[in-house]
Each structure stands twice: as C-alpha cells, then as structure tokens.
C-alpha cells in the first residue's frame, strides 16, 4: 500500500490501496494490472473508499480513480485505465456507488452516462465512456442477480 501524510498532523501515514494509487499512476497497464491483482488476492475490497482524508486528493473509490483525469500525472489519459476498470467490474466492484466519504460526490454510472455523450468530448473519449458505460450496465445485472441469488438462498 502507498503511504500519505494525514491532514490531522499526526505522525501516522494513511495507507493508500493499491486499488487507488495505481489508477492514478504512470505504471504501464501490466505493472497496473499486477499491483491491483495482488491486491485483491490478498482481499482489498474493489469498493472501498479511499483513506486519504484530504477533500481535494481523496480519490473515492478505485472505479473513481480510474476515471479521475484532473489527478493523473502528465498526460496519461483515463483510457488507459480500461484493463483496471474491466479487472474490477469482474470482482463485483459496484458502479452505482458514491464515489466519496468526504466532498463532493458523483457516481461512475452517472459521469459515464453524461460524458458518452457530450459532444465538447473528444470522440476518442465519448468511445472510451460508451464503451465503459456498457461495461457498468452489464455489471450492475450481474451485481443485482448475484444479491437477489444470495437472498433468496438465504430464504
């Protein structure tokens, strides 16, 4: 995990998941992709908000990290981060979800919804979003199958 100084001064460093440090990284997409399966093998949770507590550097969760263009360094753009959006979705990581614990709040579903079609995108981006956000409708039926399954084995 990636270490961060804490707002409150203290001399414990927040721990940073490579879920979201990675993402917003310059690692070419293998490095990327083997950080992010190390740590989901060792069972870091795909929807787990950041620990970083400052507002303006909390990246949200790692679908938002992947999708925050404004933190990623030089001219890396959000489309490279496709093979950690598509590795999350396949480990139950939900889109629907607030993306924030502290600050503003979006919704990956809702940003991929609205940039697929805005025409100030570039269409390389407005491709990038369709294709992401027909990635998270096909997540979000299979998250809901699997909880309604769940339910009713439970019943």
Known sequence: MAQATPAN???QPVQRSPL???????HPVETMLAAC????ANGEDVNALDT???VGHNAGRPLDACLRQT????????????????????HDADPRL??????VTGIPI???????????E??????????????????????????????EGDG
Do not use: C
């Open 110 to 120: 809702v940003l991929a919804r609205r940039y697929a079609v805005d025409e100030e």
């Open 9 to 11: 001064g203290s001399d």
């Open 52 to 54: 970083l507590p400052h």
């Open 20 to 26: 979201i440090t990675e993402p917003l990284s310059n």
């Open 37 to 40: 399966r190390a740590a989901i």
């Open 71 to 90: 933190q990623m360094p030089g001219k890396k753009s959000i489309v490279e981060n496709l093979p950690v959006i598509e590795l999350l979705l396949e």
């Open 98 to 103: 607030f993306s924030r614990s502290v600050g």
């Open 122 to 151: 570039k269409e390389e981006h407005r491709a990038f979003w369709k294709h992401v956000l027909g990635l998270f409708e096909e997540a979000v039926v299979r998250i809901d199958a699997k909880k309604k399954e769940e339910t």
